[in-house]
């Protein structure tokens, strides 16, 4: 089992930054797992789909939804095992929980959630 803790959602104001953490943490085979394979941030707001947002390989390329390019950043600290997402430019649109994801193949592990509220 890969174990991900999401952190940093909150109430944020449009226009406005928010960065998400998701962080592997419990066995050494969780944290190496996490380390070696993909991460996907995804988001699901209320009455939809849960919609891909983010998401970065193991060499560090990256690719966005196109709602967010531009606003929003993906990038990762094997050091630390944590992957971020970094938003800015935050619009009320963005309201959703935030998942984070890390998979290979079949094996596929979620994190809890974080909810982020864009509103003034």
């Known amino acids: 089992q890969v174990q991900l803790v999401e952190s940093g959602g909150g109430l944020v104001q449009p226009g406005g930054s928010l960065r998400l953490s998701c962080a592997a943490s419990?066995?050494?085979?969780?944290?190496?797992?996490?380390?070696?394979?993909?991460i996907v941030w995804y988001r699901q707001a209320p009455g939809k789909e849960r919609e891909l947002v983010a998401s970065?390989?193991?060499?560090?390329?990256?690719n966005y939804a196109d709602s967010v390019k531009g606003r929003f950043t993906i990038s990762r600290d094997n050091a630390k095992n944590t992957v971020y997402l970094q938003m800015n430019s935050l619009k009320p649109e963005d309201t959703a929980v935030y998942y984070c994801?890390?998979?290979?193949?079949?094996?596929?592990?979620w994190g809890q959630g974080t909810q982020v509220t864009v509103s003034s």
């Open positions: 970065i390989i193991s060499g560090g390329s990256t």
């Open positions: 419990g066995s050494i085979f969780s944290r190496i797992f996490f380390r070696i394979n993909n």
């Open positions: 994801n890390v998979y290979k193949g079949m094996d596929s592990y």
